[in-house]
């Protein structure tokens, strides 16, 4: 069955240190992904797709297709990174995205 | 700036009642979606419909059905809430793959 796995439900980091959120996924084929966030009080919105291959908010994600993960990652964490992230990969030539569990992370000053 | 909008925050209602949420875009998006958010088990598809009239079965679709008689207009209903209903559901529509949401409404079942 097609899967995304995100097996850390809370992160709490120290502001200024590394985070990392951990996505693997067991789609067949070529899956786009996705990382969703949801800060406090605010709506779900798009973070980052692996196909943009940008730093969004000091945050990068690399599709890894040999062990099928999509990692979230930010070296330096800062107090308004504290929200609920999902990992989402698209199921293959539709466009229904599937949800990881979440992530929250808390980052402490 | 895509704007999607449910139609109510906070909902209360009992038991057995017939529930109506409500969603509109106006971004002229041919998918739209129904999502319920549960603590530990992340967003789960109810129904999904990518035209006018059309929808399909998400992967938790028993006890809600949809209408979409308009492009902008999606409606998701409780035929006969129950209390594991109480949730809260969020509406998307999308451009491709990228899927833009509402900001919930928490629906409460007593």
């Known amino acids: 069955a097609q899967r995304v796995t995100q097996p850390e439900k809370l992160l709490s980091v120290f502001k200024g240190a590394p985070v990392e959120l951990k996505c693997n996924y067991s789609?067949?084929?070529?899956?786009?992904l996705f990382w969703y966030v949801q800060y406090s009080r605010q709506r779900l919105q798009l973070l980052l797709r692996h196909i943009s291959r940008e730093s969004i908010k000091g945050f990068t994600a690399d599709l890894n297709k040999g062990e099928t993960s999509f990692h979230l990652k930010k070296p330096f964490a800062q107090e308004e990174d504290s929200a609920m992230y999902y990992c989402a990969p698209n199921r293959s030539n539709d466009y229904k995205l599937s949800f990881g569990a979440g992530t929250t992370v808390t980052v402490r000053a | 700036d895509v704007k999607v909008t449910q139609s109510s925050r906070y909902l209360v209602k009992r038991t057995g009642e017939k529930v109506f949420l409500e969603c509109v875009q106006d971004m002229d998006h041919e998918n739209m979606f129904w999502y319920r958010q549960d603590p530990g088990l992340g967003l789960r598809l109810i129904y999904f419909?990518?035209?006018?009239?059309?929808?399909e079965k998400g992967d938790i679709p028993e006890g809600y059905s949809v209408s979409r008689e308009k492009k902008e207009r999606f409606s998701l209903i409780l035929e006969s809430a129950s209390t594991n209903q109480t949730s809260m559901y969020l509406c998307?529509?999308?451009?491709?793959?990228?899927?833009?949401f509402g900001a919930g409404t928490r629906l409460s079942v007593l």
């Open positions: 789609y067949s084929g070529s899956p786009e």
């Open positions: 998307a529509s999308s451009l491709r793959n990228l899927q833009y």
């Open positions: 419909s990518y035209d006018v009239k059309m929808k």
